[in-house]
């Protein structure tokens, strides 16, 4: 992809910061998705920074909640871990007991991955159900309105992990991917898929992050052991929503918390 990548970072001074900001971010992308097309269509990650903002937004007492035009959401995944839905792993149980069960969102608002299935059927199943609720044809990819991921301390996203097929997986929507180091199959949007959105961010916490977030964003480019590098959206904007631990080697902010990077896409 030709041009330049824009990299805005907004740094929080804690997790609890961290969170509020999230909330907000999801809260202003929805808004401006509904008011655009009459609906907003988000795909959402696991783990725990998410986890602390989806708290937020089921909160009756937070003002987050009465802002959000629930009726007009749908949920997707950009990844699912192989178990059940009421298993500890699983990322559908966590947002549901952080916020699907405290909110009026109807259940055909809500499409989760199929953990428990064979991962290869898994993964068909999802890229079927994409195909029919965004109605594509051909070679067409959904656009969702908001890709909300996560990035670990080995610099993968969703469930693109160093040196696993994924990587390369260019003309599927979604994809069964077997991570060796943690053996284990994981169920997983393509990079493709989650590029072509008309908005991305990252949420990241933690020092544990701060070397690799800073690998990522400006040093050579190396996919095959940074994944999260993949992810240059179509828009050329990319968001970062970070704490200062984690965006503790990345330049400083302007007086605002609020940084760029450009780089080549």
């Excluded at 202003?28 to 990650?45: D, P, Y």
């Excluded at 990844?79 to 699907?100: I, Q």
């Excluded at 109807?106 to 898994?122: C, I, T, W, Y």
């Amino acid at each position: 992809m030709a041009g330049k990548l824009s990299i805005k970072y907004y740094v929080e001074p804690d997790a609890a910061a961290l969170a509020r900001r999230t909330a907000n971010y999801f809260v202003e992308m929805i808004q401006e998705a509904v008011a655009r097309n009459g609906q907003a269509r988000i795909a959402i990650s696991g783990g725990s920074t998410p986890k602390a903002a989806f708290q937020l937004l089921a909160d009756p007492n937070q003002p987050w909640r009465s802002r959000m035009p629930w009726d007009k959401l749908d949920i997707y995944w950009v990844d699912e871990r192989c178990v059940p839905p009421d298993d500890a792993d699983s990322n559908y149980r966590m947002t549901r007991e952080t916020l699907l069960n405290s909110v009026p969102l109807r259940s055909d608002q809500v499409h989760r991955m199929e953990g428990e299935l064979e991962p290869q059927v898994a993964a068909a199943h999802y890229e079927s159900l994409l195909r029919n609720n965004f109605r594509l044809e051909g070679a067409e990819m959904p656009r969702f309105d908001l890709v909300a991921l996560g990035m670990g301390d080995d610099g993968h996203t969703a469930s693109l992990f160093p040196h696993t097929d994924a990587i390369h997986a260019l003309n599927q929507l979604v994809i069964a991917n077997h991570v060796p180091q943690k053996d284990t199959w994981r169920i997983t949007l393509t990079w493709p898929v989650i590029n072509h959105a008309s908005s991305v961010f990252f949420v990241i916490g933690g020092k544990d992050k701060s070397q690799v977030l800073k690998d990522v964003l400006t040093g050579p480019r190396d996919m095959e052991r940074l994944p999260s590098q993949l992810i240059r959206p179509a828009s050329g904007i990319l968001t970062l929503i970070l704490d200062k631990d984690a965006a503790a080697l990345l330049p400083a902010t302007d007086g605002e918390g609020c940084g760029v990077l450009e780089r080549e896409r």
